[in-house]
């Protein structure tokens, strides 16, 4: 973000400015520089530094679509004209179906409808229901059937609320959750309760919890922001112990580290995130649901294991994942530093013959310096262009800086719920 600007003559006055913004909310921030500096009179430069900004919209990973051949729902004629309604799954667990029909002609049902089993894995041929010729019927007779499978037993499933599960990335590594619970962009209905991390794609992906795995997609090279890639999202999901499931989607092409039946400890790598399915930025998607008993899936409410004790998921917050064995670090959060911090901030400069100012960027919050190199005392004149943000000591910072001296200047903070934040500065010296 920072280009050289050119010092002026002994006596001129100098001025620098810059311009940069970033819009926040669900969306997936890009630095990118997007101009090169351009010399006034070559006492002036001014450079615009853009934030190049990608829309974070996420829809509900298709996990169905991939999995419905393991689960068939089918009728069998038999020599009287009735018909069995029989169901058949490759499952390597059990599942619980829903079965309706929706039209029926001159036939009646066995059972009151809809009708929910539960059916074993490997099962072929389970019994569900009979239909039947209505009594005294004439005519021709048919019906019609739908159905559809939720993975697990919802008569057992119960989320443990007490479990804390791990952030689902590397021990040690930070990243910022983008979109929340109910987020604006995606996060309702079955995906109310799902959470996305901002991630550049081909991050190492960490089991959130101990299970097994009992599905996995790595086949999809596609994505993009419209609903044509709904059924295109990798994903591996895990069965925990409360009848549960953790969800991990959009992960890259051949991104998957595990195999259906294979055990997986909390903590442990099981792949890596991409931007595959519906996605028009790399993130990692991830939930915890339930099998509910129309068939469906259902998110719920769950907490993070944080440095100290349960996390809840924040729309906007930066997160550092701390796994059970991983070597003790230093969490360091933009939002945690204070002025106090820097207020012996005076530092020797080479190599710079200007008056200039260093932006440090940690998560959203911004540190300025203020550089003098010179060979001579300089009283700056800051002023600050700000949106969204705040800067701790107001928008104006006059200082005398030494020769050949780095200060500090002031830390500018995202006010919460920003949906864009911008600033600029121009810099004048005497």
Same mark, same amino acid.
């Given at each position: ?9 002994? !006596?001129?006055? !100098? ?18 520089? =997007? ?11 001014? +450079? ?103 993975? !697990? ?10 479990? *804390?599960?791990?952030?689902? $990335? ?10 929340? $619970?109910?987020?604006? $962009? ?8 799902? =959470? ?14 101990? %299970?097994?795995?009992?599905?996995? &997609? ?15 999202? /990798? ?6 112990? @409360? ?10 092409? %051949? %991104? ?31 939930? =915890? ?5 129309d068939g469906s899936m259902q998110s719920v409410p769950f907490v993070f294991q944080g440095a100290r004790g349960a996390a809840e998921p924040v729309e906007g917050d ?17 939002? @945690? ?8 901030? &005076? ?5 710079? /013959? *200007? ?32 949106? %969204?943000?705040?800067?701790? +000591? ?37």
């Amino acid at each position: 973000m920072r280009t050289p600007a050119r010092g002026c003559k002994t !006596g001129q006055r !100098g001025r620098r400015g810059l311009y940069g913004g970033i819009i926040l909310k669900g969306m997936v921030y890009h630095t990118q520089r =997007v101009s090169s500096p351009t010399s006034i009179d070559g006492r002036t430069i001014r +450079v615009l530094a853009l934030f190049t900004v990608v829309a974070l919209t996420v829809a509900l990973p298709a996990i169905v679509n991939a999995a419905e051949r393991l689960v068939t729902v089918y009728g069998e004629n038999q020599d009287d004209g009735s018909v069995i309604i029989l169901a058949d799954s490759s499952h390597i667990i059990p599942v619980f179906v829903r079965v309706d029909v929706p039209q029926l002609i001159n036939m009646t049902v066995s059972e009151a409808l809809p009708v929910g089993a539960r059916v074993e894995p490997g099962t072929v041929g389970q019994e569900l229901f009979r239909i039947s010729r209505a009594a005294g019927a004439a005519g021709r007779v048919g019906y019609a059937l739908s159905y559809s499978f939720a993975r !697990g037993d919802p008569l057992t499933a119960r989320h443990d609320d007490d479990h *804390r599960y791990l952030l689902p $990335f590397a021990h040690g590594t930070k990243h910022r959750l983008s979109q929340g $619970f109910n987020g604006s $962009f995606s996060h309702y209905g079955e995906n109310a309760y799902a =959470v996305d991390f901002e991630m550049p794609e081909g991050t190492p992906v960490h089991a959130a919890r101990a %299970g097994m795995v009992v599905e996995v &997609k790595a086949d999809s090279r596609r994505g993009g922001p419209s609903t044509a890639y709904n059924a295109d999202a /990798n994903y591996i999901l895990i069965a925990h112990a @409360d009848g549960s499931f953790g969800n991990y989607a959009h992960l890259r092409f %051949g %991104g998957v580290l595990v195999e259906p039946g294979e055990w997986v400890e909390a903590g442990q790598q099981i792949g890596y995130s991409g931007n595959t399915g519906r996605s028009t930025g790399p993130h990692l998607h991830f939930d =915890v649901r339930l099998p509910i008993a129309d068939g469906s899936m259902q998110s719920v409410p769950f907490v993070f294991q944080g440095a100290r004790g349960a996390a809840e998921p924040v729309e906007g917050d930066f997160y550092y994942a701390h796994h059970p064995g991983g070597e003790p670090f230093v969490e360091v959060f933009g939002a @945690d530093l204070r002025l106090s911090d820097f207020a012996e901030h &005076k530092v020797t400069i080479t190599g710079v /013959n *200007r008056v200039d100012v260093r932006v440090e960027q940690i998560d959203l919050t911004f540190v300025l310096f203020i550089q003098n190199g010179l060979d001579r005392d300089v009283d700056v004149d800051l002023s600050l262009q700000l949106v %969204g943000l705040d800067s701790d +000591v107001g928008n104006r910072i006059q200082q005398t800086v030494p020769a050949r001296t780095e200060i500090f200047a002031t830390i500018l903070r995202t006010r919460r719920g920003a949906s864009r934040i911008q600033y600029g500065f121009t810099v004048r010296y005497r």
